[in-house]
T-cell receptor
Framework: GAVVSQHPSWVICKSGTSVKIECRSLDFQATTMFWYRQFPKQSLMLMATSNEGSKATYEQGVEKDKFLINHASLTLSTLTVTSAHPEDSSFYIC???????????FGPGTRLTVT | DAKTTQPPSMDCAEGRAANLPCNHSTISGNEYVYWYRQIHSQGPQYIIHGLKNNETNEMASLIITEDRKSSTLILPHATLRDTAVYYCIVRPPGGFGNEKLTFGTGTRLTIIP
């Protein structure tokens, strides 16, 4: 089946630094990808929609200048957490719809810890 | 998207059928019922989806009531690896512009040895 990968799977960074998370669709092209955040014992919350060739669309309450999204190609979207703080520590998950199969696939997630 | 209601947690004995209910009383005519699950510290995994007919695949069965206001996901022979949070999601048919998924709180299913 279709596969979506994320890199890195986990990362620890110091407060004030920036971290980039990659999301790749491995066997299909994705003009749209989604980024979610999940805090412990909570559900997934959609942060933004990444669109190839255009600006990302952010959900209400998500700071676009803090969470920079770049949909560089039809198989790659990146999420950069800028000036990270401990409260940004979370599990970040991406997903991509495969229009051939009319289905959406999720990446394995990236656990970010900001110290 | 229609809102869904699920019990927060359930237990099931290993080897027995796990029946997970979901209420979606405000579902509209063209919205599908999707089920995903999330095993601890992993991304969600697609299980099954349906519109109004019952569906079955290698993972599970989906029973949708005739009025479509509720559904039940059935894992026929639960194993310890089925321990996860199960999400019931209602969404429009797949296709460009209809991909956004809204996750509720889900049901935490624990399989008991």
């Amino acid at each position: 089946g279709a596969v979506v990968s994320q890199h890195p799977s986990w990362v620890i960074c110091k407060s004030g630094t920036s971290v980039k998370i990659e999301c790749r669709s491995l066997d299909f092209q994705a003009t749209t990808m989604f980024w979610y955040r999940q805090f412990p014992k909570q559900s997934l919350m959609l942060m933004a929609t990444s669109n190839e060739g255009s600006k990302a669309t952010y959900e209400q309450g998500v700071e676009k200048d803090k969470f920079l999204i770049n949909h560089a190609s039809l198989t790659l979207s990146t999420l950069t957490v800028t000036s990270a703080h401990p409260e940004d520590s979370s599990f970040y998950i991406c997903s991509a719809p495969d229009y051939r199969r009319y289905e959406q696939y999720f990446g394995p997630g990236t656990r970010l810890t900001v110290t | 998207d229609a809102k869904t209601t699920q019990p927060p947690s359930m237990d099931c004995a290993e080897g027995r059928a796990a029946n997970l209910p979901c209420n979606h009383s405000t579902i509209s005519g063209n919205e599908y019922v999707y089920w995903y699950r999330q095993i601890h510290s992993q991304g969600p995994q697609y299980i099954i989806h349906g519109l109004k007919n019952n569906e079955t695949n290698e993972m599970a069965s989906l029973i949708i009531t005739e009025d479509r206001k509720s559904s039940t996901l059935i894992l026929p022979h639960a194993t310890l690896r089925d321990t996860a949070v199960y999400y019931c999601i209602v969404r429009p048919p797949g296709g460009f512009g209809n991909e956004k998924l809204t996750f509720g709180t889900g049901t935490r299913l624990t399989i008991i040895p």
